[in-house]
C-alpha cells in the first residue's frame, strides 16, 4: 500500500527559502532506508594523520573525464582533514572487505591502528590493502549541502583486486535499512 505524499512547514531556518517547506527529517530518512547504496570508505591525510570513512554516497558522474562524486557529514571526524585534503583514495568494496567498511564506520577509534591493514601510496594517501578496487583522485570541487560538503573527484589512478567481469553478479556490499548486504547470483531478480 502506498504512501501519501507528504510535505510539511519547517521552521524557517530548515527550508529554502524559495520552496517555503520541506520534508521532515524522519520523512527524508525513511525515503532512503529502502534506497540500498553501495558501499566505499574514503581516505586521506592532509597532514595531520590519515582519517577513513565509510560512505554510500559515491557515484560516478562520467567516464571521460573520470569523475566521481560523494558527500560528507560534518559531523564526521573525518570532515576537517577531508574538506582540506587536495587528493583521497575512495575505495569500492565488496562482501570480502566488511571489516574495512565497519572499521571506517565506527567512531571513537583509531582507523589506521593496524598497521598491516594499509599502506601509503607514493604520493601519500594512505589506502587499505587487499580491497576489491581503489581509485586515487584529486578533489576539483566541493559544495557545501546542508549539514555535509559534496566532493566532486577526478580519478588519477586505479587498482582493482577482484574484478568484476561484465554480466557477473560479483560480491558487491551495499548498505540496506541499517545492515550489510551481499548481492550475488541469489539475489538476481532478472
Keep these: 500500500m502506498s504512501q501519501p505524499a507528504r510535505t510539511a512547514e519547517r521552521p524557517s531556518g530548515h527550508a529554502h527559502p524559495a520552496f517555503g517547506s520541506s520534508l521532515p527529517a524522519d520523512d527524508f530518512k525513511a525515503l532512503f532506508r529502502g534506497h540500498p547504496g553501495g558501499v566505499a570508505v574514503i581516505t586521506a591525510d592532509a597532514g595531520d594523520g590519515p582519517v577513513a570513512l565509510t560512505a554510500t554516497s559515491v ?9 566521481l562524486i560523494f558527500s560528507i557529514s560534518a559531523q564526521s571526524s573525518a570532515a576537517a582533514v577531508l574538506t582540506r585534503a587536495e587528493t583521497m583514495v575512495v575505495h569500492l568494496l565488496d562482501a570480502h572487505d566488511l571489516d574495512i567498511a565497519k572499521l571506517g564506520a565506527t567512531s571513537g577509534i583509531d582507523r589506521f591502528a593496524e598497521t598491516h591493514r594499509y599502506s601509503r601510496l607514493v604520493t601519500g594517501e594512505p589506502v587499505y590493502r587487499h580491497v576489491r578496487a581503489w581509485a586515487r583522485c584529486a578533489v576539483i570541487e566541493r559544495m557545501d549541502a ?6 566532486a573527484a ?5 587498482h582493482v583486486e ?5 554480466g557477473t553478479s560479483g560480491d558487491p556490499l551495499v548498505y540496506h535499512n541499517r545492515s550489510w548486504h551481499r548481492l550475488g547470483d541469489h539475489s538476481r531478480i532478472q
Design 154 to 158: 577526478h580519478a588519477l589512478q586505479s
Design 59 to 67: 557515484s560516478s558522474v562520467s567516464a571521460d573525464p573520470p569523475l
Design 162 to 166: 577482484r574484478d568484476t567481469a561484465a
Design 146 to 151: 546542508g549539514g555535509s560538503t559534496v566532493i
